[in-house]
């Protein structure tokens, strides 16, 4: 039995605001505590009888997690330039996914912990087929075009609550309540670790009733950026077509081509945040 835990930053127990991640002292704490709530992951599938577990570092630039003190069953997808962002490595031989330390969608609720939606330097709002999704609930999609369903989600309150409209079979963990967008109130993450690896061998014991998370086909994504020049760069690809000074559309037949689509703009709208090669003379 192969398991897929996709793992984020934001959401991992004892993180309360973006500083912590930002500053080089405090995010080297913050590598460890990540690295520790994934572990607990780990454990809790593989004591659930899991044979193979795969983890894909999905935060920022996406090597946060410390290889040398990850569960040595499990193996790590780390660093950047990846077409399936936080899914990469991700196919139809999994039996689940876990999502660790995910967090909720940009302005998805009033409290939730560093909420933004994959890139908040440049996306205000993404939607698919006319329902704002968060990473969750978009990596959820994919996953169920896989056929692979989403067991276990871990985070904070705001997330949970998000998730339970989409994914309402899934285990969740909540291991923060929001306070504010940059404040939380926190369990210990020993407390924390302990609940996950039992929600993790809950999820994996039930997965068969858990069904994959389906996405109606074609699917048509809009993205609201938070600028116009990252939008109108987008238009570069002739699959995109702007539909507002800040608002961008595509439609395609299949959830993991529109998942790369959609991360390739979200890319470039990131390059040309501060003029695309500005810093570059090629
Ligand atoms: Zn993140």
Not at 36 to 52: I, P, S, Y
Not at 55 to 60: L, W
Not at 72 to 96: H, K, Y
Request: with cysteine; aromatic share 6%; proline share 4%.
């Amino acid at each position: 039995m192969k398991l897929f835990i996709s793992a984020d930053m934001e959401g991992i127990s004892g993180v309360a605001t973006n500083v912590q991640l930002k500053k080089e002292s405090e995010y080297q704490r913050f590598r460890k505590l990540m690295t520790e709530d994934v572990n607990a992951a780990v454990d809790g599938a593989f004591a659930a009888g899991a044979d193979e577990v795969v983890v894909c570092d999905g935060h920022g630039n996406m090597p946060n997690i410390l290889i040398e003190e990850l569960d040595p069953r499990a193996q790590l997808i780390s660093g950047n330039n990846r077409v399936m962002c936080q899914l990469e490595g991700l196919d139809e031989t999994f039996d689940g996914v876990f999502f660790v330390g995910y967090h909720g969608r940009e302005g998805g609720g009033y409290r939730g912990v560093i909420n933004h939606t994959l890139a908040g330097i440049c996306v205000e709002q993404i939607r698919i087929n006319g329902r704002p999704v968060g990473e969750a609930e978009m990596n959820a999609g994919v996953a169920g075009r896989f056929g692979v369903p989403v067991l276990l989600v871990t985070g904070d309150d705001v997330l949970e609550k998000e998730v339970k409209q989409t994914l309402p079979e899934a285990e969740t963990v909540v291991v923060k309540q929001g306070v504010d967008r940059f404040a939380a109130r926190l369990l210990s993450p020993e407390k924390a670790r302990r609940m996950i690896r039992e929600k993790a061998m809950r999820a994996v014991e039930r997965r068969r009733e858990i069904p994959p998370y389906r996405i109606g086909t074609p699917v048509t994504y809009e993205i609201d950026f938070k600028a116009t020049n990252q939008a109108l760069m987008t238009t570069t690809l002739p699959t995109v077509e702007q539909i507002g000074p800040k608002t961008i559309r595509f439609t395609l037949d299949d959830p993991v081509t529109a998942y790369k689509h959609m991360w390739g703009c979200v890319i470039i709208a990131m390059s040309a945040t501060n003029g695309v090669l500005g810093h570059v003379n090629a």
